[in-house]
């Protein structure tokens, strides 16, 4: 199945242009399919000397960041990045909150076409390590491979 995702976004209400100095809008992940909700990445910033914390919007999880970052906090204070399901932002002007909007309409693009590749896999090749073990037409069970030094310390310990 195809990875998808259905988000709220929520705005200001009222904008009045030359007198409104600021707009936001929030974006909640409401449903994911082959990818978990929490795709907006966070950055744990300490502040007063390591005595408080903010808590930064970054980007819009990879594959990776799916993978690596934990949901809810960060791991601990050298890795200070998780992952929420909803991100809250504010802007100085209309047109950067749909400049950012925009972005973030990219990227969310993006992360769902990766993820598909990521899910249609192709055998590139096959590597073999050791040695190969004898087949036996009526062996059930699988037999361990002998590695060459194996049979080499053997062979010279069965000689003295």
């Known amino acids: 199945m195809d990875p998808f995702i259905k988000l709220k976004k929520s705005e200001t209400a009222i904008y009045v242009v030359g007198r409104t100095q600021g707009y936001r809008f ?94 249609n896999l192709s055998v590139e090749e096959e590597v073999s390590f050791g040695t190969a073990p004898v087949e036996s037409s009526s062996s059930s069970s699988p037999s361990a491979p002998v590695s060459s030094s194996s049979s080499l310390v053997s062979s010279s310990s069965s000689s003295s």
């Not at 809810?72 to 802007?91: Q, T, W």
């Open 26 to 119: 929030t974006l909640e992940v409401l449903e994911a399919v082959g990818l978990p909700l929490e795709i907006f990445v966070y950055q744990r910033k300490p502040i007063i000397s390591n005595t408080a914390y903010e808590d930064a919007f970054v980007n819009i999880a990879s594959p990776g960041d799916l993978e690596e970052y934990p949901v809810g906090a960060p791991a601990c204070a050298a890795k200070p990045f998780f992952r929420l399901s909803v991100v809250d932002l504010v802007f100085r002007s209309i047109s950067l909150a749909e400049d950012a909007w925009t972005a973030i309409q990219g990227d969310i693009d993006q992360l769902i076409e990766t993820m598909k590749f990521m899910n």
